[in-house]
């Protein structure tokens, strides 16, 4: 390798590691605000914290590298054209094409290995991180007193405390609704102070009340006043034990969440994706045996038989009306029958081949993302020379415009894809298609040492158009 390809490579991984860590961390926290509200308050702890942050940071990286190398390719070459870097590379007899060629091996060389990554490493992520994400949405917020109002976070009990006395569990002014036993009963529990604390490796919380009375309002089974009954005992001292169960976060097997999609690489993907076709054709095959018994075929008339319908003796013009609305309701019968057996049908049947069409989608996903890397560079690489401007100011603004055009052109795919309304290769591979022959653009002009982007050439375009049209 050439001491000017390594100046090349050492220019372009600094500003690559900078951008894919500013972008990894934007679209990380953009996505766990979507589950922030379910965990909050949970006393989750921070390895909980720091491994499903972990986890669905993995899950980031193949949609936070193209932007990487969008926004790095920019700032490398615009930061060299700037520095007329660029222009004295050329004098020596170098075409851009040749100094573009390290950084594309490299880029080509993280395409490659960013497919491996979203075939092999991401789906173990997502089938870590969104176990993790189901366990933590079961377990319960972390118990928060307030003085003066009820909590009513353990079941079967509504507790107020007015005056928490100090951190280690005293408090004073103690009620307690409990609910626990179900039914028409109920008590409550009134103490004038109390203790709290945790006990057996904090499974169970201990309630110790001292100088209270307990109230028992019990029914029994009538509903007259005269069939209540009203039991008041008093306690210097009485104990509540509940159980914690409920506020551990216990973690579930992760075979079950293996079946999504997202849990899946390309060989699993495919074996579900043809099975699901397969159905669909079988489905479609078997229509016309299964509707065909709600269809009525008409026999000869007879002596006994009328559009057959069974008489009984010879048919008089006065019966003819009623034979004939006999008919009618039940064809109107039959035929709604028909129609609702086909609507059911058609619905499984779509259902059943919008779910092979996404997990085709996921499949495509794989490879339209890690391909999206290379034409990122294929764009930002020569418009960076054609811009000559570096740092994050002009460079983050353009990458930001193709980025999004990219997810729009990617979204609107995936959705015409899942519908069925185009193929879903197509659908998932148009983005990328539509944005390479850009990129191919912004590499013949650059080569050619094209001004399209600056001011001069538009103002002597627009001189040269008024001047043709006198």
């Known amino acids: 390798m050439k001491k000017l390809d390594k100046l090349i490579i050492r220019s372009f991984f600094g500003p690559f590691i900078l951008t894919f860590a500013v972008v990894e961390f934007i679209l990380l926290t953009q996505y766990m605000l979507k589950y922030l509200d379910e965990l909050v308050g949970k006393d989750l702890g921070a390895s909980i914290f720091g491994e499903l942050l972990f986890y669905f940071s993995l899950n980031m990286a193949p949609v936070a590298l193209p932007l990487a190398v969008l926004l790095s390719s920019l700032m490398t070459f615009g930061t060299m054209g700037e520095h007329h870097e660029l222009t004295a590379i050329k004098t020596s007899g170098i075409n851009l094409t040749r100094i573009l060629l390290p950084v594309f091996l490299l880029v080509s060389g993280l395409t490659v ?31 928060n007193f307030k003085e003066g109002a009820f909590y009513n976070g353990l079941p079967g009990l509504s507790i107020k405390i007015n005056e928490k006395v100090n951190d280690e569990g005293a408090m004073k002014d103690i009620m307690i609704y409990d609910h626990s036993k179900g039914g028409a009963s109920s008590r409550v529990i009134l103490a004038d102070s109390g203790r709290m604390y945790t006990d057996f490796n904090d499974a169970y919380l201990v309630m110790e009340l001292y100088d209270g009375n307990t109230y028992v309002d019990e029914q029994s089974g009538g509903i007259s006043h005269s069939d209540q009954q009203f039991i008041r005992q008093e306690f210097d001292e009485s104990k509540i034990i509940v159980s914690l169960a409920s506020f551990n976060l216990d973690r579930t097997r992760e075979e079950l969440f293996s079946d999504n999609k997202m849990m899946k690489n390309v060989e699993e993907l495919h074996v579900v994706t043809d099975s699901l076709r397969n159905f669909a054709s079988k489905e479609k095959r078997l229509y016309a045996p299964n509707v065909d018994p709600f269809f009525m075929y008409f026999k000869a008339d007879t002596g006994q038989v009328k559009n057959g319908l069974k008489i009984q003796g010879p048919i008089l013009n006065k019966e003819l009306p009623e034979i004939n609305a006999d008919i009618m309701a039940l064809a109107t019968n039959k035929a709604r029958n028909v129609k609702s057996f086909t609507t059911s049908y058609q619905e499984r049947l779509t259902s059943t081949l919008r779910d092979a069409n996404n997990y085709e989608i996921e499949i495509w996903r794989k490879y339209t993302q890690s391909a999206a890397i290379l034409i990122m560079f294929l764009i930002g690489a020569p418009l960076g020379a054609i811009i000559k401007k570096g740092g994050l100011g002009v460079p983050v603004i353009v990458s930001i415009v193709f980025f999004i055009s990219m997810y729009v052109m990617a979204i609107l795919g995936e959705k015409w894809a899942r519908e069925g309304l185009i193929p879903v290769g197509a659908g998932m591979w148009a983005a990328n298609i539509i944005l390479l022959p850009i990129g191919l653009f912004f590499l013949y002009q650059a080569r050619n040492d094209s001004s399209l982007l600056e001011v001069d050439f538009w103002r002597k375009l627009m001189a040269r158009m008024r001047r043709n049209k006198l």
């Open 113 to 143: 290995g960013a497919f491996f990554f979203n075939n092999i490493i991401v789906p173990k992520a997502n089938l870590k991180a969104y176990s993790l994400l189901w366990d933590i949405r079961q377990k319960k917020p972390a118990m």
